[in-house]
């Protein structure tokens, strides 16, 4: 069994009133909040169609981008990581997120700094965890990580994510133990020469965001001609609303922490 997209378990947050306040690269509208709900709620519903056990924690006033869960830990096989997010005002999103991950894991480990490394910068593979330095994700950062998860015999690949691009996820995602979706600028920089891949769609790049997730893919919808050609290659597509969280920069894999706790 693939331990890089089965999971018996996932940890999601529930959007704040604060949303509206979230980061953003670009003003393109304030989030509706009720359509955010709505749109979690599906996206909380999907995962738990495949049969895993999701949490979801009480909304953060105090953080806007906290729905996010994603850039505030990684979950994997042999341990769990509190990140320390880039962004000055998710930084406090760790600390928040230890007690939960700490439940799931017993001991765990922690970006102490001085570097920043956010969970949206990460794409584990079955064989490797990817890293893209970005404006979140800084060498220091990829440093310690390298550190912690080293001694658990994980094998760290250090990436550059392209300029403007928020988080290296934000171009990518994991399909099967060989296959990574992708957009055409992400894989110029010849960084999955070793994976089969699939393109999104031209125009399209903004679903490049999705997760495998036992035996879905959950994609955001508006993406036809992706969603076609991911469902043509034998996934299970599941398409999920996400044109609020998109105001925000956020996509599939931001909204959930997935897992197997050990043992
Ligand atoms: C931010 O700028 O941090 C949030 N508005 C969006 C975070 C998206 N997270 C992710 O891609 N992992």
């Known amino acids: 069994m693939s331990q890089s997209y089965n999971f018996t378990h ?6 704040s009133n604060s949303i509206v306040d979230g980061l953003r690269a670009v003003d393109t509208g304030t989030p509706d909040l009720d359509l955010f ?10 995962l738990r169609a495949t049969g895993a056990e999701v949490t979801v924690l009480d909304p953060l006033e ?22 320390r997010p880039g962004a000055p005002s998710r930084l406090g999103e760790a600390a928040e997120m230890v007690p939960h991950i700490r439940a799931a894991y017993g001991e765990i480990a922690q970006i102490t700094g ?16 990817l890293v893209g330095k970005s404006a979140r994700t800084d060498a220091a950062g ?28 934000t171009d990518c995602s994991l399909l099967d133990e060989e296959t990574i979706l992708t957009t055409r600028r992400l894989a110029a920089s010849d960084c999955f020469s070793d994976y089969s891949l699939i393109f999104t769609a031209d125009g399209e790049e903004a679903c490049a965001n999705a997760i495998r997730f036992n035996d879905s893919v959950i ?3 508006g993406f036809p001609r992706t969603a076609e050609a991911l469902d043509k290659a034998g996934y299970t597509i599941v398409q999920i609303g996400n044109s609020e969280a998109a105001k925000l920069d956020g996509g599939m894999s931001c909204l959930s922490l997935r ?4 043992g």
């Open 142 to 169: 990829v440093a310690e990580l390298r550190t912690i998860v080293s001694g658990w015999g994980y094998v760290v690949r250090e990436l550059q994510t392209p300029p403007d691009v928020l988080h290296f996820k």
């Open 10 to 15: 996932a940890i999601c947050r529930a959007p």
């Open 114 to 129: 001085p570097g920043f490394i956010e969970g949206g910068d990460i794409l584990v593979t079955e064989r490797e965890i």
């Open 219 to 221: 994609m955001p919808s």
């Open 259 to 262: 897992f197997t706790p050990p």
């Open 62 to 83: 105090a953080y806007p981008d906290s729905v996010f869960v994603e850039d505030a830990a990684l979950c994997l096989p042999k341990g769990a990581i509190a990140m």
């Open 37 to 46: 709900r709505q749109h979690h709620a599906a996206y909380v519903a999907a």
